[in-house]
């Protein structure tokens, strides 16, 4: 009886902990909590229009906590995606509640940036051109600053 409770219980633990830290999956862990659950496919080349309308959402919507290139009340985003994967940034965008909640890498950004980001009530398709605008700029040469 024993020997059956002992081989359940490590099962048990097996199963709820292994390969996962902090309760999330290895693709949660590399890409966020959220809406986007798989890997997104990219255009290998960078689609001018749509991120023209990404910077318009991000001016919108993310340019009063967070500047291109200087840390403001949120982190600087020209190169956060060399930072993180797309679907990261999708998922904190669509999702910063429960990513501060849960996720190490958000909490730790927290920690830098006392101000808990907010949803801007953003949704899939706009966060795609946000992407698209990322990926335009963080090709870009910043300006050098006087």
Same mark, same amino acid.
Not at 25 to 36: A, C, H, K, L, T
Not at 65 to 76: F, Q, S, V
Not at 110 to 136: C, D, G, S
């Given at each position: 009886?024993?020997?059956?409770?002992?081989? *359940?219980? @490590?099962?048990?633990?097996?199963?709820?902990?292994?390969?996962?830290?902090?309760?999330?999956?290895?693709?949660? =862990?590399?890409?966020? @909590?959220?809406?986007?659950?798989?890997?997104?496919?990219?255009?290998?080349?960078?689609?001018?229009?749509?991120?023209?309308?990404? #910077?318009? *959402? /991000?001016?919108?919507?993310?340019?009063?906590? $967070?500047?291109?290139? &200087? #840390?403001?009340?949120?982190? %600087?985003?020209?190169?956060?995606? !060399?930072?993180?994967?797309?679907?990261?940034?999708?998922? =904190?965008?669509?999702?910063?509640?429960?990513?501060?909640?849960? $996720?190490?890498? %958000?909490? #730790?950004?927290?920690? &830098? /940036?006392? +101000? #808990?980001? +907010?949803?801007?009530? @953003? +949704?899939?398709?706009? %966060?795609? !051109? @946000?992407?698209?605008?990322?990926?335009?700029?963080?090709? &870009?040469?910043?300006?050098? !600053?006087?």
């Amino acid at each position: 009886m024993f020997k059956n409770l002992t081989a *359940i219980l @490590i099962l048990f633990f097996c199963l709820n902990g292994c390969g996962s830290k902090d309760g999330l999956s290895d693709f949660e =862990m590399q890409n966020g @909590i959220g809406p986007i659950k798989e890997k997104i496919i990219l255009n290998p080349t960078i689609d001018t229009l749509i991120a023209f309308y990404g #910077k318009n *959402i /991000y001016e919108a919507k993310c340019l009063q906590c $967070h500047k291109l290139d &200087e #840390k403001y009340t949120g982190p %600087a985003q020209r190169n956060v995606l !060399k930072r993180r994967s797309p679907e990261y940034v999708m998922n =904190m965008i669509l999702n910063p509640e429960e990513m501060l909640l849960k $996720h190490p890498e %958000a909490q #730790k950004m927290l920690a &830098e /940036y006392p +101000t #808990k980001m +907010t949803f801007q009530n @953003i +949704t899939v398709e706009e %966060a795609k !051109k @946000i992407v698209e605008f990322f990926r335009k700029v963080g090709n &870009e040469t910043p300006p050098i !600053k006087k």
